[in-house]
């Protein structure tokens, strides 16, 4: 990889909006609590084995790797280290903001889901002191779990709202796109939107027109990954067609994609189609410990195989505040920090 590409890309301020925590968490992290839990007689091995191995891993073979991490994350002091650690990888990487998701977990004797709630936000709070990163929690939905784990997460996430609206934006809908019918699950999706969240849906990860039309309708805010909609990746002309007039902004995620074979290649990634006709469109990492990968690889990835030259990259990034969930007041920041760090390195009297 070109290393001016990548170094530019480093230093460019950028906005994370597709991150799961668990899936974020870095080996280096992820080696330091193992190491804890070794001494207390746990599986250890397993998980070495997991953070040496191989990353190129199917769809299927990435959900068994977050159970193999959730067995590990099973206290609320543990989630406190592992968000702080995460939030401070994606400042050391130049995020500027950050929208992290996660799905409430309780573990029995040891966490119950509110704690669980409570030591990511508690962590997101300490953040704020320690880096120059604005982070929010977007609250998943994993739908492998049912429709009555849904409603009590939602639930759950209404009360963090109420006592954490600067922090709490959003509803997440995740989890292995094999298992789970959307039919089920989009009156608490609904719900969800009356209640005043945001919509954050993954979508299309793999062939499904029906559900994906229906998620559509839904009309979120954001969709993740929109991977089968291109009659080129399995979809249909009708069904890109209904993508393209919703505007609906899409995170793109290309090592993930390219990693699980949900995509062919890099150069094979929808993000060409979505960019060239100028729909909204924001790079994110999904998992990038499972995935060895961060946001400045992915700016890097996109410049490389699609001939993107440092301006696109920026107004790439500057474009992604729109689709942000965050409040005006803070996106005209982020928009000011971006201006002003290209007026930086351009030198350029004044940047519109
Ligand atoms: P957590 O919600 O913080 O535990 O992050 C891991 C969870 O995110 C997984 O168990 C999945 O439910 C979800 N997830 C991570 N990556 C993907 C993806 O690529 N597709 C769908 N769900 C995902
Ligand atoms: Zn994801």
Known sequence: MDNSTLSFCKKLPKLELHAHLNGSISDKTLLELSQTLDNKGTNYDNIKQFIMGCKDRSLEECFKMFSLIHSMTVSASIIRKVTKDVIEDFAGDGVVYLELRSTPRQV???????????????SIRESKELYPIIVKLIVSIDRKSGVTEAEENLELAIQAKEANPDIVLGIDFSGNPAIGEIDDFIPVLQCAQKSGFSLAIHCAEVPCELETKKILQLNPERLGHATCIHP????????????IESKIPVELCLTSNVKTSTVKDYRNHHFDHLYKIGHPIVLGTDD?????????????????????????????????????????????????????????????????
Request: aromatic share 12%; charged share 30%; with cysteine.
């Open 288 to 352: 990038k410990g499972v995935f060895s990968t961060s946001l400045s690889d992915e700016y890097c990835i996109a410049a490389k195989t699609f001939e993107l030259d440092n301006d696109q990259l920026w107004q790439l990034s500057y474009d992604s505040i729109n689709y942000a969930f965050a409040s005006e007041y803070e996106k005209e920041k982020l928009q000011k920090i971006l201006k002003d760090w290209k007026q930086n390195i351009t030198g350029n009297s004044k940047i519109d």
């Open 232 to 243: 080129d990746a399995g979809g249909s002309d009708e069904l890109w067609k209904t993508l």
């Open 108 to 122: 029995e004797g040891s966490m119950t889901k509110n704690e669980y709630m409570d030591a990511i936000i508690e």
